[in-house]
């Protein structure tokens, strides 16, 4: 998983962002049209206020049977396939020109898709948590300056996080 490994820099949240996700959702969608998907801009910088790497985070939820073609149509956009990457059941493609964006296929409705909406959605209506995962974020950053060692460091407060977020907002 070396491939994965990159420089972390967080940014303070930049309105621009929720415009971006939008655009790259529908660059996406327009590459996979006819196919049974759901495309949704996910991630800290579809949170407002929520200081984040500035890369672009897009979800591609599909059948597991229309992976691959997924897979290939984004690729024709420049993305890099970088396979599961440590997530089963996710296929992880990333584009480093222009606007760094990475972009996740995943079952439809399946736990990753899931999950990844509710956590999102969580934080968008509980800044509490926006502002603890930021900090959290933050000092992960100073310990750490690459990808897996900063999602290693946070990986605790994400876990309480998205247990608050599936029991209604209440941590256990």
């Given at each position: 998983m070396a491939d994965l490994d990159e420089?972390?820099?967080?940014?303070?949240y930049a309105p621009a962002w929720a415009a971006l996700g939008q655009e790259l959702a529908q660059q996406v969608s327009s590459v996979l049209r006819g196919m049974p998907v759901a495309v949704e801009h996910i991630g800290s910088t579809s949170v407002p206020g929520l200081d984040a790497k500035p890369v672009i985070d897009i979800q591609v939820g599909c059948q597991p049977v229309d992976a691959s073609t997924a897979v290939e149509r984004v690729k024709e956009l420049g993305f890099e396939h970088l396979g599961e990457s440590g997530v089963p059941g996710r296929e992880y493609l990333r584009r480093r020109s222009g606007q760094p964006t990475n972009v996740h296929v995943v079952e439809k409705d399946g736990r990753l898709w899931n999950d990844s909406i509710l956590f999102?959605?969580?934080?968008?209506?509980h800044p509490d948590a926006a502002a603890r995962y930021a900090r959290v974020k933050h000092s992960a950053a100073r310990e750490a300056s690459v990808l897996l060692a900063y999602s290693g460091l946070k990986a605790s407060a994400l876990t309480e996080i998205m247990n608050a977020a599936r029991n209604g907002g209440h941590p256990r």
């Amino acid at each position: 998983m070396a491939d994965l490994d990159e420089p972390i820099i967080l940014a303070p949240y930049a309105p621009a962002w929720a415009a971006l996700g939008q655009e790259l959702a529908q660059q996406v969608s327009s590459v996979l049209r006819g196919m049974p998907v759901a495309v949704e801009h996910i991630g800290s910088t579809s949170v407002p206020g929520l200081d984040a790497k500035p890369v672009i985070d897009i979800q591609v939820g599909c059948q597991p049977v229309d992976a691959s073609t997924a897979v290939e149509r984004v690729k024709e956009l420049g993305f890099e396939h970088l396979g599961e990457s440590g997530v089963p059941g996710r296929e992880y493609l990333r584009r480093r020109s222009g606007q760094p964006t990475n972009v996740h296929v995943v079952e439809k409705d399946g736990r990753l898709w899931n999950d990844s909406i509710l956590f999102r959605d969580y934080l968008r209506t509980h800044p509490d948590a926006a502002a603890r995962y930021a900090r959290v974020k933050h000092s992960a950053a100073r310990e750490a300056s690459v990808l897996l060692a900063y999602s290693g460091l946070k990986a605790s407060a994400l876990t309480e996080i998205m247990n608050a977020a599936r029991n209604g907002g209440h941590p256990r």
